[in-house]
Structure formats: structure tokens, C-alpha cells
Nanobody, 117 residues
């Protein structure tokens, strides 16, 4: 129904910045709440940030003050601006599109973010 492709990951030094991009296709983008999740090595996947079509945002405590989620409904693209990166931010970052609470939604394949000290 919808396909998601993440990009923008890479290797960055502690204190640096990255902007992740999630491009959506094949669905009605405005139906979805968009979220970014991450999975550090050897750990469970966790939510980082979410944004509704109306622009309401939520952030994990670890992301507040450093990360900003945004979306462009014309381009069907979701962004995650990450500033002041820390080594503990190292993870595979995944994009998720979900129509309603309780559904699994759709996932991208992820993009690797590595923060060195």
C-alpha cells in the first residue's frame, strides 16, 4: 500500500548533525501518522519521534531538545533533523507509517547512523 525508503544516515562525530529523510510512495500520505524509530545494536527497537498530518509532534525523552521531526505532504517526505549527536544515538533508524493506534503500519528498511566519540 505504501513504500518507505530512508536515507541520510552515516558516520558523524559526537556533537555533529545529520538529517534523515523518509520518502513515501504508493499510498495516501495524508492518512498516516509518521514516526521515526531506532534500534541500537543488541537492543530493542524504540520510538524516537512522531508527527500527525495536523503537525502535532511527540518526542522520546532522549530526543527532546536535540531532534526535530517534520513532514512535507506535497513531497510525501518525512524528515528527522538530529543535532548534538551522542554515541548512544548510534542505531539503525527506521521510518514508520501508521493509519491508527494499534496497527503495525508500514516500515522502511532502515538507515544506519553511527556516532563516534
Amino acid at each position: 500500500q505504501v513504500q518507505l525508503v530512508e536515507s541520510g544516515g552515516g558516520l558523524v562525530q559526537s556533537g555533529g548533525s545529520l538529517r534523515l529523510t523518509c520518502e513515501a510512495s504508493g499510498g495516501i500520505f495524508e492518512f498516516y501518522t509518521m514516526s521515526w524509530y531506532r534500534q541500537p545494536p543488541g537492543k530493542q527497537r524504540e520510538v524516537v519521534a512522531g508527527i500527525t498530518n495536523g503537525g502535532s509532534t511527540n518526542y522520546a525523552d532522549s530526543a527532546k531538545g536535540r531532534f526535530t521531526i517534520s513532514r512535507d505532504n506535497v513531497k510525501k517526505t518525512t524528515y528527522l533533523q538530529m543535532n548534538s549527536l551522542k554515541p548512544e544515538d548510534t542505531a539503525v533508524y527506521y521510518c514508520n507509517a501508521r493509519v491508527s493506534t494499534g496497527t503495525s503500519g508500514f516500515w522502511g528498511r532502515g538507515t544506519q547512523v553511527t556516532v563516534s566519540s
